[in-house]
């Protein structure tokens, strides 16, 4: 890879083959979103609470949704233009409810829009990578840390704990999972990015969230780790 502006990738090659895909991936992540509504309903019916409930549902679909439609992006699509114009309608369309006052309950919070600050965090690091160095690689390594490591870390502090906290068993977790995936597609420099990843998620200042911190902080480390230090 080199750095530099990749105009080549600004167009999709196979425009309206990859617009049917960005359809069908939108509507598979809605079955998602909409499918953790009954998620919703089973916990609640089991007496688990309803914040507890709506962060559950969160990391289900950012695992099943924004994870699974992360490691599509590289495979279906050739430039950056449709699956970018994806993300910003995902965004505007989860922004919509707040904007309303008509939150979709069972996975929103009156109190933050995370979940909007998440789906642009994605986008721009698959966007930024892409772009700037012609492959989404860096962009699918830090999404990955955010669509899996950071879903495991609701799933195992709200397990213990059962409210939302930030402890730090709940990194650890993130750590076993981040590990293999930065390895996987970038060695050591994946490995070290994905212990960044996993420290910086512990913190949040309102309204910078962790999915800002993970994204930013692994997409540097990979950049200077890989391109300027060559690891």
């Not at 007496?47 to 949704?65: A, D, L, M, T």
């Not at 730090?168 to 293999?180: E, K, R, S, T």
Request: glycine share 8%; net charge positive; with cysteine.
């Amino acid at each position: 890879m080199s750095i530099g502006l990749h105009t080549e990738v600004l167009f999709n090659t196979a425009p309206l083959q990859e617009l049917g895909v960005a359809l069908a991936m939108f509507a598979y992540l809605m079955f998602v979103v909409y499918s953790t509504k009954w998620v919703y309903g089973i916990l609640r019916s089991r007496n688990v609470e309803h914040n507890i409930s709506v962060y559950y549902n969160r990391k289900i679909i950012h695992i099943f949704g924004a994870g699974v439609l992360t490691l599509l992006f590289p495979v279906f699509f050739t430039g950056i233009a449709i699956p970018m114009i994806l993300v910003a309608i995902i965004a505007i369309v989860i922004y919509i409810p707040h904007r309303r006052g008509k939150i979709l309950y069972w996975f929103q919070m009156k109190e933050n829009a995370y979940e909007v600050n998440f789906t642009i965090a994605w986008g721009f690091a698959i966007g930024f990578s892409w772009l700037i160095f012609g492959d989404p690689v860096y962009g699918v390594i830090t999404a990955s840390f955010m669509a899996f490591g950071d879903a495991i870390t609701g799933v195992v502090r709200n397990a213990l704990f059962k409210r939302r906290t930030k402890h730090w068993l709940g990194n650890v977790a993130m750590l076993a999972v981040c590990i293999p995936i930065g390895y996987f597609y970038a060695g050591i420099a994946g490995f070290i990015a994905a212990v960044v990843a996993s420290v910086v998620e512990h913190f949040e200042f309102n309204p910078i969230d962790d999915n800002v911190l993970i994204t930013i902080g692994s997409l540097i480390t990979l950049i200077i780790l890989r391109e300027f230090l060559g690891l």
